[in-house]
């Protein structure tokens, strides 16, 4: 389970925030000389927003809490899709301050919207040097996969996985900025991932199902 700390002028944005984490992310900051001012979500489950409820308690009202739109007003209580929402989706104290639409800006950060994995799964493209933080729309144990088919080294991504269809065309969608670094939110950041992300969503594609 990976959390990022993106260096800004100001101190970090986090992105993402494990589970049971808190003290450790502080740590990280704290050892990397600086402090966090942002908690950025890439989507609501609970492997991703488990800390941000005892980061908020230490922080206070010095971080600004931001989560997707829709996946924000899942954690409202409202019923934004049709049918059963697969993943965790865990009881949050914190109210995000800002809910996130596609191109929204968070410091050097942009909001690409790359639904599917959760119904407002965002990524965060860093405009300094392209760095792509996928969230779960793509893991990276063993050979990368998209999260969209059940994958032995780490089935949970897709068994959370909500419209399969949709996590693959976003799949896409991220492979078209050409990212030079690409970090996910399972398993070990990539270098030059386009060979690898091309192969992951030729699997995906072929392992779709057929009808609908
Ligand atoms: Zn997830």
Redesign the pocket.
């Known amino acids: 389970m990976n959390a990022f700390l993106v260096r800004e002028d100001d101190g970090f944005t986090l992105v993402d925030t494990a589970t049971r984490a808190a003290d450790d992310l502080l740590a990280a900051a704290r050892s990397a000389g600086g402090q966090i001012r942002r908690i950025a979500l890439t ?1 609501g ?1 609970g ?2 927003v488990g800390s941000l409820d005892a980061l908020k308690e230490q922080l206070g009202s010095s971080v600004q809490v931001l989560m997707p739109e829709l996946d924000a007003r899942i954690h409202d209580g409202e019923k934004v899709v049709a049918g059963k929402l697969p ?1 965790s989706w865990p009881k949050l104290a914190t109210k995000p301050d800002v809910r996130l639409s596609a191109s929204d800006r968070v410091g050097s950060l942009e909001v690409v919207s790359c639904p599917g ?2 119904p407002g799964h965002v990524a965060f493209l860093d405009t300094r040097d392209r760095t792509l933080l996928a ?2 729309v793509y893991t990276t144990y063993g050979s990368p996969a998209v ?1 969209s088919h059940f994958y032995a080294r780490f089935p949970f ?1 897709a068994m ?1 996985t909500w419209d399969k269809r949709r996590d693959v065309e976003s799949a896409r969608i991220l492979r078209a900025f050409d990212p030079p670094l690409l970090a996910v ?1 399972h398993g070990p950041p990539l270098r030059d991932p386009a060979a690898a992300m091309d192969a992951a969503i030729a699997r995906a594609v072929s392992r779709l199902p057929k009808d609908g």
């Open positions: 989507h489950h492997d991703h993943g994995h959760s969230g779960d999260t991504a959370a939110g």
